[in-house]
Structure formats: C-alpha cells, structure tokens
C-alpha cells in the first residue's frame, strides 16, 4: 500500500471556537468527514476533498465546494468510475473545473486521471493511456496551470518516471522524454499527496529522501538530495512547504525527534539543521511572505503562528481548543483549515475569522498604494522605511510580477497585466501587508 507523507487522525473533537477561526460547514451527511486537501482559486472558490475520520482506511470520493467565500459549502461525488479508487489530489481552476487523480492504495491496479467542467457533477476520464500498465504505473499527482497546461506524474515505469503533459485542458497528453528527466534510483518511487506547485515550479518527493523538481510546468525535470533518506518512511519522514519558487522549508521527523530546515534557491540545498521550536507540525506559509501557520491534530492541537520563517513561534489558541489539520491561504487575511462535521449542518472546516495581524504592519500608515482602482500604474508611498520587496500574486497565487524598491515613493507599471484583482505584497524584514489592486 502506497504511503501517504500526512497521517490524518481519526480522534474527533468538538469545543468552543478561539476567535481566530469561524466554522462552517462543509455539508458532508456522514458524519466525522476530514479534508485530506483544500484548494483556494480566490476569495470565494474553494475546493477540498474528504476522507473517513473514523475509519481512515475506508474509501471516500467526496468532495465539497464553496463558490461564495464559505457561507454555504455544496458537497459531491467524484465519480472516477471505479469505487475502489482513492483520491490522491484535486487541483481546480475555477468553481466550474478540476481535476482529480486517483488510484488503488492497495493493490496499485487502476490510476486514473478524471476532469469536471460543470462544478463537479459529472466527471471524465482523460489520458485514459496514461498510467494504464496494472499493478506498475501509479499516479501520485495531477496539476493544471490555467484551462489548457497541466501535468500529470506518477512512479517510474520502465525504468523512468512516468510524466505526462497536456496544452489544451487535458484532451491530448505527450509522455515527457526520459532524457528531461533524471533517473530513478533503485526502488524509488513518488508519494500521494506532499507535492507542490507554485506559479510554474513544481516540486515532488520520493521515498529515497529526493524532490524532483520542475520550473517549466512539467517540460524539464532536475533532482536534488534533501538531508533525509525518505519523505514517508516508518522510521523517517518529511514534509515541505514553499512560499514562491525559492523560498521554503522542511519539517523532519525521526521518531519524536523534529528537526528544521530552509531553503532559498527553492530546495536545491538546504540551511543547516536546527532542532524545530515549534509543538504543531502541519505547516503551510502565507503565499510570498516568512510567515508560517502551524496546526496540529494531535495534542497540542489549536494553530501556532511564525512571521519569522520558523524560527520562533506564537500560540494563537492557548489550551488547545480543537483539532486543525490541513490549510490553504490565499493571503493574510484569507484562509481555511480542515476540521470534522458533525453532520450536513454542522462543523468541517473554518474559515479565518481575523487577519494574521502579527504578520502584518501594525496599522496601515507604513505603506500607501494607488490610485485603487488602477489602469497603467501603481505608486506606492512609504513612510520610516528605507527599502521593501514587493511581490504582485493573481487570484490563483500566481506571482506575476517580483520587484525590490528604496525610496519613499515608487511607481509599478501594470500595464502588460490582464484586467483583474491583484493582491500586492510588500515585504520589510518579517513583516508584511497585502493589499488587493483592481487592474481595469
């Protein structure tokens, strides 16, 4: 059975809410269901599939969709036309399309690719060629950029990861070349859910303690050594965040013992190994920014909070409240962490309730951008600070424009951007402000 890098626990709470959070219900009729993934498109669509938190073994193909920011949650079916399925992943683009990949844990026979374009009541298969060799090709990952580029990965077949790639939306697919891909090593094969993809890059780890990794949405592949032998081994395991392409980190178990890394040149090496600081290990950065949000379904449970890329850590839910698992953020300010329903009405994930206000500047004087509405320029004003790095991310978090600025004032030219809302990041030292620019 193919190992997952995240354990999801079964043992289900219910308490009083901190106000750091506000529930919501993601309408699931059974009762205890989890979310293994959240996926944000904006500030209104959201994705997340669900697994069995009672009986975590027990095959779910579900999942639950909000298109107006979490007030109301629709859950579905993921038809992948074989019950004996799991879900690895969904990756959706809009609150009418996604895809899924799924395949059997146990036996490995069956991995398919399926796509919705109608908000996830009906499903179809796609790259039915793909991974179709029983019992040796296995999906761990599907990732689809805009409505037309994607990729989809899976564990080495004959000799050589098996890598496809699509540039209409998943009706033709092209098997990467073996030569823009590195070797497998003896035995070595890809997880379930761990990988990552932000902007164009893409990274996946193995059970040899390596990530593949691609910056040209699938095209060409290098390899890299992280300072563990295998990202989801009994004995040793690891887990990896990113914030854009460059920056992100490693959170190492052996046994009770967790050790901590950071990588700025997007995992290719790492810093030197520092014991971890914090008591919850779920980590997830705020996209474009140091700052981290820990959670934790296992005692202590609650969130942690770092705007200072790990190093230090702040407990937002002293006591421990309830049991966070997995989160996705959009921005400072928008977010959601899985929890468990009670039933259609009651429970399954919160939303944030405040602003991440210590990863922020205190108040707003310390930046001023506008005009807001904007057409062909932007300025920024800044009052007692020297220089900053402003980093320009679309609604789907990808990074669109990176630039560093001195001075008190600064003008951003927008003009080759598409009309849209765009979330400007400013970043001084370990702290950072958002704000949302309308592009016309």
Known sequence: MKKLLLSLLCIITYSSLSAQWTEQATGFIAPSRGLDEIQIVDANVVWATAYDGLVTTNVVQEFTKTTNGGTTWTPGIINV???????????????????????????????????????????AQQNPLGFSVAGTSFVNFVHFFDANIGFAAGDPLNGEFEIYTSADGGDTWTLVPAANIPAPQSGEYGYNNGNIAIGSTIWMPTNRGRILKST??????TVS???????????????????????GCLLKTVGTTYTYYTTTNGGVTWSAATPFSGTRRILNYIPGTTSIVATSQAAPVGTSFSNNNGTTWTDLEPGGVTQRGVTDFLNASTGW???????????????????????DFETSSKFKVYPNPANNTVTIGVTGIESYKLIVTDLMGKVVLEKSFFGIENT??????????YFFTLNVDNKSQTVKIIKN
Request: aromatic letters at 8%; hydrophobic letters at 35%; a negative charge.
């Open 225 to 247: 050594q992280a300072p563990l032998t295998d990202f989801g081994g009994t004995a040793q395991s690891g887990r990896l965040a990113f914030s854009d392409a460059n920056n």
């Open 81 to 123: 036309g074989d019950p004996t399925l799991g879900i690895n992943n969904i990756c959706p683009i809009s609150g009418t399309t996604a895809w899924v990949s799924a395949v059997n844990g146990t036996s490995g026979l069956g991995s398919v690719i399926y796509k919705t374009s109608d908000g996830g009541l009906t499903w």
């Open 337 to 359: 962490a899985a929890g468990f329903n009670t039933n259609a009405t009651t429970g399954g994930i919160y939303r944030l309730a405040t602003p991440l206000s210590n990863a």
């Open 216 to 221: 040209d949405m699938g095209m060409t592949w």
């Open 412 to 421: 951003v030219d927008i003009s080759a951007l598409s009309s849209g809302a």
